[in-house]
């Protein structure tokens, strides 16, 4: 069964999808580059530059999807390719980028003694194609690997985000953060980190993240 605690020898896999699509662009695209590189900064000092603790793998979207990360360590990790984000993607191909997920974790399914992976969505639209996208989440969410069926935490930005298809694609509706102003992501993402080095057990982890 998957590990009760986040240790060099328990890797936790934290896959990150993250919206690039033109509506991103501006201070949200300013504030997850921002974001992406303080989480990096909390996983390393909590490994402290010894032995790996974690997996980082980040898809964006936009019209189409991009790997760029695939379960590299906080200190592997290319920082400046995954903090590269300037909302020039063109439009919400949710769809494709979760399917993208699915298929990465097959790639990378982890052992039985690993922490149970999260996957972390950031939108502050639309999906392209709704029902696709929830059909997607859905085969994400039951994907059977040793490391253990992923949890899917969504993160909505500012006014216009779908609230609903954010609720019915997390794997629970709690685990839906609904972000009116990005600079919130700033906060959000280290503190994730910091979880991981305190919480005990993957439905601790949750509990967490729904009280931050």
């Known amino acids: 069964m998957p590990a009760n605690r986040v240790q060099s020898a328990h890797p936790w ?11 991103m662009v ?16 909390e996983f390393q000092i909590l490994s402290m530059g010894v032995k790996p603790y974690f997996k980082i793998s980040v ?7 991009k790997v760029l990360s695939e379960a590299k360590s906080e200190q592997q990790v290319d920082v400046t390719e995954v903090s590269n984000f300037n909302g020039d993607s063109g439009s919400t191909n949710a769809a494709g980028a979760l399917d993208e997920a699915c298929n990465l974790l097959g790639r990378n399914p982890g052992k039985d003694t690993d922490f149970t992976p999260f996957v972390f969505f950031l939108s502050d639209g639309n999906p392209d194609d709704e029902n696709s996208a929830l059909a997607a989440g859905d085969r994400l969410k039951n994907l059977s690997i040793p490391a253990g069926s ?15 298809f954010m609720q019915k694609l997390a794997s629970n509706s709690e685990l839906y953060k609904h ?32 009280n931050i």
């Open 13 to 23: 896999h934290v896959v990150l999808i993250l919206d690039d699509s033109g509506s």
């Open 26 to 41: 501006g201070p949200p695209s300013d504030d997850l580059n921002k974001a992406i590189r303080a989480m990096i900064d």
């Open 59 to 65: 898809i964006s979207f936009g019209s189409d999807f």
């Open 150 to 164: 992923p949890r899917v935490v969504t993160i909505g930005l500012g006014s216009d985000v779908n609230d609903k």
């Open 179 to 210: 972000l009116k102003d990005s600079k919130e992501i700033v906060k959000l993402f280290p503190a994730i980190g910091t979880i991981a080095g305190s919480a005990t057990g993957a439905a601790a982890v949750e509990q967490a993240i729904v």
